[in-house]
């Protein structure tokens, strides 16, 4: 590795102050810190020895963790063209066009969200921050297979833009920067991300009966009154038991179908300690109670549905996992750890059962909370401000 | 009430290159230092001898113009060989070329009885003038004492949890009536208690367990138990407008010498320790005292970082630097002045970390390995981002994070309702091991406590 050493070494006074780039510092320490750990050593005072830990290993941690539900999704979204298109497709076949689906997406969000945030690290002159390896990668599991390409690159460029650089960059953020980039397209071409569209079908047309509807759709349905056969067997109806949903052998965003595979991200992402444990099962918890509640109230069918129902539909798991645990937006202390991720679930089956026009409510009850969590932080840390007053007085 | 307190939270880095128990047979160096810059509280020195004066041990070399009755005072006798300035003129080094024999000043010589009798006036006049005042350090803000103050309590800690620390049982072994004579004369300043904090995790040598009069505490746990600011906050927390003092127990045994002998005397044992040491034990010397003798011939490579401390809370010095006021301890470290191609990723066992990230393997090693780490920063400074760390490795009732913004936006009220006042950097010192994002969180720290203490 000496020769790239060698080509680095040469390259930088062209980028450092004074050279002919100089104004490109940053784009260049980018690639320079990540072909080579930094020479930098401890400074005179202060500590000597560091921890093998940096930013870098704990967002390609997450981004690892994020892997087993997209290559699920790459297969899910061929498998789910299959039986919609009525082909015999090999699994082969089945992941070959998952890819030709998928690949682009992830491609065309982390250019787009890439360029941004290069030009605002030029702009700004601070280095580019590694944060953007698990946005990037989070923006196209949450889209579904069939939207256009050029949507995603907006909507990285916007959620980039406005939830993250507007409010001062990594760190500073108030909202989930891939989930804005969903609210946005969800509100700006709600015809792209809602309806018809979590099944790719390319060329072929669908097959007679073939419905397309995601759990969560046929779960709302019923709330309106138009359907009087009881949701359980309908969802069976369309061909979804527990066990599909669980697998995630269902219609739906690109990286959020399967619980299995959530499930295995959240185990690296607890294991690794990268994400609080607190969060993913609190948001689990949040969920099961006000389902539990729901049922003993039983107003309608989607009411009664078994609480852990709630756990496999939709992309609770995979927010939970991945979205609530983004450690800038959620809560910051600890016990406030456990009162966001809660009220996430709870909301997030409020959402879902009463309000007919957004099926799923993960994404909203988490930005919502995103929301809140400084609120929920200022009591903990005025708490801790009170018992150290209090002391003073006694 | 006596306390016994066991710490669930803190992170003890196991580092190779203890050293062995034993003093080494090494001759004195030729030059002693004092450094003004190892009292944060200086502002301006004025300095007492000029160069080619000949001083004994004890005789005053500089004083803090606010504060003029605390001498700071040369550890050896000898030639003053010079004084280092730095910008602005700022005095950085006094340097005393050392006696072969050395020559004390003299001060009063008390028996036990006499000293229990003697008034606090007429002791704290000697301590000043002699030296040892600076041993005493105030909370808040870790700076030498202010002789008008009358402390809340005084606390001992009489372990040292740091990587690598010296044994305390062992350097200060045989000074049993001079550490007992040093709390006799402390307990006169104080309206409360002295404590002395044992470590329940060791046996505890008699000279700090068989103390009288005074509170004894146990505390054990992962670093950072033996922190006095740790202990103190779990015995009695400072709050606004209390004032408590803590002593090394160098400090206390210098103190109890100075009355029972009547002599200023700044011997004291050292350790020395790191991986780059080829035999680390304990040397013999004084404060103040330069490496080079020690450390010569005794290294194992070349490229190393000399360390007047340890690891945590230490200062880089030159090979022929010279031992802090307060250090019991050198540590050679290599130095870490090299590129490591895609090292952000590679899998490792061999680096410790507290974290369990992808790679990051060293938690399968078990406490009982010990790691041979180097100076390098192993990453880029970047934004906070993760939660829930500091915390983890803070045992104290205090949200470090908060705290650290609080003193970035210059926060006046917050730092102080967030507890600036009960930490110094030395308590903080392994979030900044820890941190994620490489920030420099003891010098944070230390611009908080000025920030607070000059407003």
């Known amino acids: 590795m000496k020769f790239l050493r060698d080509i680095l070494d040469k390259q930088k006074p062209l980028f450092e102050k004074g050279g002919k780039f100089e104004k490109l510092f940053y784009l260049f320490e980018a690639q320079d810190t990540f072909l080579f750990t930094p020479n930098t050593t401890a400074d005179t005072k202060g500590v000597q020895v560091r921890d093998a830990v940096d930013l870098k290993r704990m967002m390609i941690t997450v981004v690892v963790a994020m892997l087993p539900c997209l290559a699920f999704g790459i297969w899910n979204v061929g498998y789910q063209h299959s039986i919609a298109t009525g082909q015999d497709m090999e699994i082969m076949d089945q992941i070959i066009t998952g890819l030709i689906v998928v690949l682009p997406i992830v491609l065309v969000a982390y250019v787009a969200g890439g360029l941004v945030e290069a030009v605002f690290a030029v702009i700004r002159s601070h280095p580019i921050n590694e944060g953007y390896l698990v946005t990037g990668m989070l923006i196209p599991l949450v889209m579904p297979p069939t939207i256009p390409l050029w949507q995603v690159a907006l909507a990285s460029i916007f959620a980039v833009i406005i939830a993250k650089e507007a409010f001062g960059g990594t760190g500073m953020n108030i909202l989930n920067v891939a989930l804005t980039a969903r609210a946005f397209l969800y509100f700006a071409y709600p015809t792209d991300i809602s309806g018809d569209v979590w099944t790719y079908f390319g060329d072929k047309t669908p097959i007679d009966g073939f419905s397309g509807a995601t759990p969560l759709a046929l779960g709302a349905a019923t709330t309106t009154g138009e359907t009087a056969e009881p949701l359980m067997a309908q969802l069976n109806y369309g061909g979804y038991s527990f066990f599909d949903m669980m697998m995630g052998y269902i219609p739906g965003s690109i990286g959020e179908t399967s619980t299995i595979m959530c499930l295995i991200g959240a185990l690296i992402l607890v294991a690794t300690g990268v994400a609080s444990w607190k969060i993913i099962v609190s948001v689990f918890g949040g969920a099961y109670f006000m389902g539990f509640i729901f049922n003993l109230i039983g107003g309608n069918e989607f009411m009664s549905l078994p609480p852990h129902y709630h756990w496999v539909i939709g992309g609770l798991a995979f927010g939970a996992v991945f979205m609530a645990t983004d450690p800038v937006t959620a809560t910051q202390t600890e016990r406030g750890k456990w009162i966001y991720g809660f009220l996430i679930g709870v909301i997030t089956v409020i959402i879902r059962i009463f309000n007919p026009a957004y099926p799923e409510g993960i994404m909203l009850a988490i930005l919502f909370m995103n929301v809140f969590a400084p609120l929920i932080d200022y009591n903990i840390v005025n708490a801790n401000k009170k018992r150290r007053l209090k002391r003073a007085t006694v | ?455």
Request: aromatic content about 10%; hydrophobic content about 40%; glycine content about 8%.
């Open chain 2, 1 to 455: 009430m006596s306390q016994t307190i066991k710490l669930k939270k803190g992170f003890t880095i196991n580092l190779a290159g203890k050293a062995e128990k034993k003093i080494a047979d090494c001759p004195q160096p030729e030059t002693f230092a004092v450094k003004p810059t190892d009292f944060p509280a200086i502002s301006r020195p004025k300095l007492l001898v000029a160069e080619g004066d000949n001083v004994k041990a004890g005789t005053p070399l500089f004083f803090d113009k606010v504060h003029p009755e605390v001498m700071y005072v040369a550890p050896v006798s000898g030639e003053v060989a010079a004084v280092i300035r730095g910008e602005k003129r700022k005095v950085l080094e006094i340097r005393i070329l050392a006696d072969k024999e050395i020559k004390s000043e003299s001060f009063k010589a008390y028996s036990v009885s006499d000293l229990g009798n003697e008034s606090k006036e007429n002791v704290q006049e000697i301590m000043l003038k002699s030296g040892v005042w600076p041993n005493i350090v105030q909370r808040p803000f870790g700076i030498v004492a202010d002789p008008t103050d009358t402390p809340k309590s005084i606390f001992i800690s009489t372990f040292d949890s740091h990587p690598l620390a010296p044994d305390y049982d062992f350097i200060f072994e045989g000074q049993e009536q001079n550490f007992q004579a040093g709390l006799d004369v402390l307990s006169k300043f104080t309206s409360g208690q002295v404590h002395v904090n044992l470590n329940i995790d060791a046996e505890v040598s008699p000279i700090f367990s068989h103390v009288r009069d005074v509170e004894i505490n146990k505390f054990g746990g992962k670093h950072p138990a033996g922190n006095v600011g740790v202990q103190i906050h779990h015995l009695d927390p400072v709050c606004k407008g209390d004032i408590a003092w803590t002593v090394n127990p160098f400090g206390v045994a210098q103190i109890g010498k100075l009355f029972l002998e009547g002599k200023y005397d700044a011997s004291k044992v050292v350790a020395l320790t790191g991986s780059e040491v080829t035999n680390p034990q304990y040397y013999k010397t004084f404060t103040g005292a330069s490496v080079n003798k020690m450390t010569d011939s005794n290294l194992k490579s070349e490229h190393v970082r000399f360390i007047s401390g340890n690891v945590l809370t230490g200062e880089r010095i030159s090979q022929d630097g010279y031992l802090g006021f307060y250090d019991h301890q050198v540590t050679v470290i290599p130095e870490g002045d090299y590129f490591e191609f895609v090292g952000w990723m590679k899998p490792t066992m061999k680096k410790l970390s507290y974290h369990r990230a992808l790679g990051l393997m060293s938690f399968m090693n078990g406490a009982k390995k010990e790691y041979t780490l180097d100076s390098n920063t192993r990453g880029e400074p970047r934004a906070f981002v993760q939660t829930g760390v500091f915390e983890n490795v803070t045992p104290m009732d205090i949200l470090p994070t908060y705290l650290i913004k609080a003193i970035l936006a210059e926060d006046y009220d917050d730092m102080e309702s967030l507890g600036l006042l009960e930490v110094i950097e030395e308590d903080l010192a392994l979030c900044e091991f820890v941190d994620v994002s490489k920030h420099e969180i003891q010098a944070i720290v230390r611009k908080g406590i000025n920030l607070l203490r000059t407003a």
